[in-house]
């Protein structure tokens, strides 16, 4: 063999061996959950992983999500790290967030950059939803609480004995519905962080009548009939606490959207596999547009009826909490003016 043949076997050899360690450092990247894009010092990609791909599926996402890179790739070649968000729109609107590093020493004559891209549209969401929820928390406590400023000051300047009665009863009433929003705001706190609740076997009927036990009161003050249908004795599987709750925030909700006079009613369907707990009623129903709203905090079909009616906005967020809880779902029917039906599913066996 001539040293010709050796020097190409040699070149073959090295050849190989950097096919082999290019497609290890592929394989390594395709399994990193972050999208990775290495730009050359012309800013040429010069290797990406799957996930960079995945980011941007449509031709116009890609192009917006090329073009910041390119923008955050050139900063950082003038200050060593650079980033920034772009949100891509569309029917689920996305938020891509691009880090870009300069990096001197992977044997280029002149300095790479490395892009990290990531989806932030859950975390933009999240943050959304924390800032929604101080804020709204922070609106609900402030009218109780300024209701009993403006009491008390009239209260103390106050001899008739009538004024101070009719006054001393409104400051009860608003210590009451400062008291059920932070009741409400604690019993929606143990249902979201009991992602598995402490399950034991209970009876389906006595969910019920505490459930119907809780609202009762408000409902004879309303001028509202409360009826239950469940079967007797039969068992399940759950968190009594969280069912309970649950049961009682749909009662409680028909009672204060319904007219003195009507009916509010609580069946319990059960089979084998599944139990259903529906409510009933003849009220002021739901818009379709707002069906699947209604299950988030604070949200209000109609402001100016939710005022009067004194809810937190947290009942049916508990809900669809303890449904998730116990593996289940809650459905609503509803139409305005011809009242609506809430159906709690859930396992009936764990």
């Keep these: 063999m001539g040293q010709s043949d050796t020097v190409a076997d ?105 892009a990290v891209l990531q989806d932030v549209s859950d975390r933009h969401r999240l943050d959304a939803v924390r800032r929604d929820f101080v804020a709204n928390v922070s609106h609900e406590l402030r009218t109780p609480i300024g209701a009993l400023g403006a009491l008390a000051e009239a209260l103390a300047g106050e001899d008739d004995p009538d004024v101070i009665r009719r006054l001393a009863g409104r400051m009860g009433a608003e210590a009451e519905r400062a008291a059920g929003l932070v009741a409400d705001l604690l019993d929606l706190s143990r249902v979201e962080s009991a992602a598995q609740p402490a399950t034991t076997e209970v009876t389906i009927d006595r969910i019920a009548a505490e459930a119907v036990a809780r609202i009762q009161a408000a409902a004879e003050e309303r001028g509202i009939s409360l009826e239950c249908q469940a079967p007797l004795e039969a068992g399940m599987d759950g968190d009594p606490g969280q069912l309970v709750s649950a049961v009682a925030n749909l009662l409680d909700n028909a009672v204060k959207y319904s007219d003195a006079g009507s009916v509010v009613d609580l069946e319990v369907r059960v089979d084998d596999a599944t139990v259903v707990f529906l409510v009933r009623d003849q009220g002021i129903g739901i818009p379709a547009r707002d069906h699947q709203r209604i299950f988030e905090r604070f949200y209000r079909v109609d402001q100016a009826r939710s005022r009067d009616t004194g809810g937190t906005g947290l009942g049916l967020s508990i809900v669809r909490h303890v449904a998730l809880n116990h593996g289940g779902r809650v459905m609503v029917k509803s139409r305005e003016g011809e009242g609506s039906e809430f159906a709690l599913e859930v396992p009936r066996w764990s």
Aim: aromatic letters at 0%; hydrophobic letters at 45%; glycine letters at 10%.
């Design 10 to 114: 040699a070149i073959r050899e090295q050849e190989q061996e950097l096919a082999e360690r290019l497609g290890l450092l592929q394989a390594a990247l395709d399994a990193v959950p972050l999208g990775v894009v290495v730009l050359g010092p012309d800013g040429s990609e010069l290797l990406s992983n799957r996930a960079a791909a995945g980011l941007s599926d449509a031709r116009h996402d890609q192009a917006l999500v090329a073009h910041l890179m390119g923008q955050v790739a050139e900063e950082a070649g003038r200050a060593g790290t650079s980033s920034a968000t772009l949100e891509l729109r569309g029917p689920v609107p996305r938020m891509v967030e691009v880090r870009a590093t300069r990096v001197s020493d992977l044997g280029y004559t002149e300095p790479v950059t490395v």
